[in-house]
């Protein structure tokens, strides 16, 4: 019995050292700097192109063509039809959701946030995995974050996007005038508002879901996304009370807001007053319970936010709240905002670059006016980041736009219901004045 104890033993503690060396070569190379990229005529092994898969060689930089190219690609859904009403859905940086899609399977998530029978296209962002690129790091494996900032820039991302229809009308994948329809939300539905300005005269519709516009917001004394206080009061009060005791972390405020884009802000409320309470023991619980989920959890979400696969999404999150960071200084309830409070932390080193002057903010300066197309925007009642009153202010701005404002809670663009589904298909095939899209306007589900 003993030798059998024994040997359990070391096959118990063999397992933990294959686990544990195979977890650290995985941190290391997750951690590596890239070192080289998909060089011309070649393909990622496991997403060989084939007619939903296309490759496509794009400038490095669209201002300095002598500095060469990178293999880039595009994916066409399942149901795609040449030649059919084409939607581009972007999604800025939850666009890592796009690379390595292999087979149908993969497409289900972006089927949920606009429809199967939708013909769309989903588009890799340079800068984000696996596209990599090498020249933004030096030999030490330090960003450059003024060479970052310009390669993996939304200005140049527009022009890839630009790059891609261009290549489908060559391929006779769009329809005869070479137009595209455009669907995104959150930092995606600025992009698409970045795009339209660039290069509005080659779309013909657009919907956009819970999204802001920090120009617009910047004209208007607001800031980006919405502070704590006016989407939960009574929440932000406690903050703010532990805020003023020093009783505060980025843990919480990183959880509080992973919580508040779900549209929980009872929970929210709970996990603070538990927090406020020292023999609040079920609500310690509850705080100690979400923070256990991964992606609640700030010392793990911090640390994937220091590789190199993530530097595009600093370098986005800081053209979208640079302005507002640089300015923030709490002095109120009113003016807590949770996502700030914790991307303090993941954008310091922005930060620190931008007072010694390596940085600047990025400028949105965006044409809406000129933009001739029709346009819809969605807005959720409650949501967390944007709301109706940005969304009103984007309608405004855009000549021939139409708002529709849900009731709900959630910060959330991608599984939709039966009814919104509905409304995308008759917006995409009919426009938004169609009898088709004011039958969903007509319901009781729309607040307007």
Known sequence: ?????????????????????????EYRAFMSVPTARLTAGNYYPEMPPDEHHYYIQLPIDHDDPSLGTFIGFYLLSPSFK????????????????????????????????IGKDISYVLIGNRGVSPTLFPEVFDKNGNADYALALKLYGSDEQIEDI????????????????????????????????QYLSKHGQHVSRV?????????????????????????????????????????????LAWLLFKVGLEGQPQLQTRILKGKDNTWDLPGKFLYAKNWLKLSNNFPLISMIFRSPVELEVKVRMWELLGYDLVNYNPSSAEEINLLYESSRIFLSEFQDAYKTGQIPIYDFNINRSDFNGEVMVWANSGDQDFGPQIAELITAAYPHARLAVFEENAHRVQKKSAYQLNLIKSFIETGPNSPETQKCFDEDILMK
């Open 1 to 25: 019995m003993k030798i059998i104890r024994r040997k359990l033993f070391w096959i118990a503690m063999a397992i933990v050292f294959l686990t544990g060396g195979y977890a650290w070569h």
């Open 82 to 113: 040449a030649g059919s009403n084409v939607v581009f859905k972007l999604y800025d940086n939850q666009q890592e959701a796009v690379g390595m899609i292999r087979d149908y399977k993969d497409f289900e998530i972006f089927d949920q946030g």
């Open 162 to 193: 630009e790059n891609v229809r261009l290549d489908m009308v060559k391929r006779g994948l769009l329809p005869k005038d070479g137009k595209i329809i455009l669907h995104g939300g959150s930092g995606g539905g600025v992009l698409i508002q």
């Open 207 to 251: 919907l956009m879901e819970s999204t802001g516009a920090p120009d617009i917001a910047q004209a208007n004394q607001l800031t980006f996304t919405k502070s704590f206080y006016s989407s939960n009061r009574e929440a932000a009060e406690i903050y703010y009370k532990l805020y003023q005791e020093g009783d505060t972390n980025t843990s």
